[in-house]
């Protein structure tokens, strides 16, 4: 793709002298003699970059400047000119010019101000490309899921986002808790601040004040110079304090006081700092049993408890297996493409498996089989893990728990599963027929077929 440039001066030999110039740099180069003949060329054409003549008849180049940031405000401009003042050269940087260059000038001084000036326009377009990708990615579509309890968290993550009130997401480890958070600070008004994300667990308590408040030089031993914390780094955007149960009480205490009096102060720090952050938490415990335990305090857990935004399991959304597998396979696959992903038996597998690191596990699981290439993911690709997978029997007779325990919503999904596709398999798959087999109405066996995603099969 070539690099497009206007030369605009009303002097001919001017225009020619820079055409030749920038064609011999590889530029594709246009050329007007007026700012009015510049407006039409641009109305038909886009330029990476205009360089004007200031003092033109007609419309000045200054005019020219103005009107090429109100209609292309990505165009570069570089303003040329023999009488160079201080204040046309404020005004010329003011409207948006990239720099300002006087007669007579040097062709080495053109062809560095040239490059200059297309390298920023290109660095400010990947900016804004790669701002685009980060909205993109995690908007609403970074959810997969189209069950009713994903519905529900898209519908109350569209409500909080508008506003900042504190947001606590509770759900088991591998659920999306993270992507959450993500979707509650790119749709709201803070999208354009920084999202900074902590795993509360993951930090020693003897550091993690310091990785919050930051710290001043000699605070403590090895603190050599002053270090700003998380929440000076998210300042005007989201903290996200993941496992926040794991917070030590002493540290609770100074959590609470930040979101009361939004200010802190730094690791031997004297003077207290504002704090313009908004707190989204999450928890893979119940932070209320801790409360009654007495391991974390009741009136954060209030504090952050404003908006609780909890995410299903997926066993809980089960349906939504086969969107994910897609969802994942195509991300490791880098596959865009239609066709079969996973095979029927497969999927059987993957539905009758309890998934206890949820999201997570089964991304894993699909990346997995992408990376020892199967270009369909088969049951044989699958771990013997969940390709051996057995729902744990009850004893017959007595509905006695066996010694090692077992996951009871597990067996009665299963169970439930395992009956609707005998159910299928005995009624060559006519679905009135294998209803009636169940002793079940047509309509409630289709809600079961949807409940774990088998209605289009």
Known sequence: ??????????????????????????YRVDQAESAEDALRCIDRESYHLVISDVSMRGLSGIELLARIKAAAPETAV???TAFTTAEQAVEAMKLGAYDYIAKPFKVEEVKVLVRKALEKRSLVEENKRLKAEVMERFSFSGLVGKSKQMREVYDLIGKVAASTANVLIMGESGTGKELAAKAIHYNG????????AVNCGAIPDTLIESELFGHTKGSFTGAVSDRPGLFEQAEGGTLFLDEIGEVPLQLQAKLLRVLQEREFRRVGGGSSMKADVRIVAASNRNLEDQVRESTFREDLFYRLNVVQVRMPSLKERAEDIPALVEHFYKKYALWSGSGEIVTPEALRALFNYPFPGNVRE???LVERCVVLGSRVIEIDCLPPSVRD???PSVPAGELVIPDGGFDLQ??????????LVQGLEKSNGVKKKAAALLGMTFRSFRYRLAKFGMDDD
């Open 1 to 26: 793709m070539h690099t497009n440039i206007l030369v605009v001066d009303d002097e001919l030999s001017m225009r020619e002298f820079l055409a030749i110039l920038l064609e011999g740099e590889g």
């Open 78 to 80: 570089l303003m040329i």
């Open 189 to 196: 008004r803070r999208r354009s601040a920084p999202f900074v």
């Open 362 to 364: 089964l991304e894993n």
């Open 389 to 391: 997978y057995r729902i």
């Open 410 to 419: 597990a067996y009665l999904d299963g169970l439930e599963r395992k009956l």
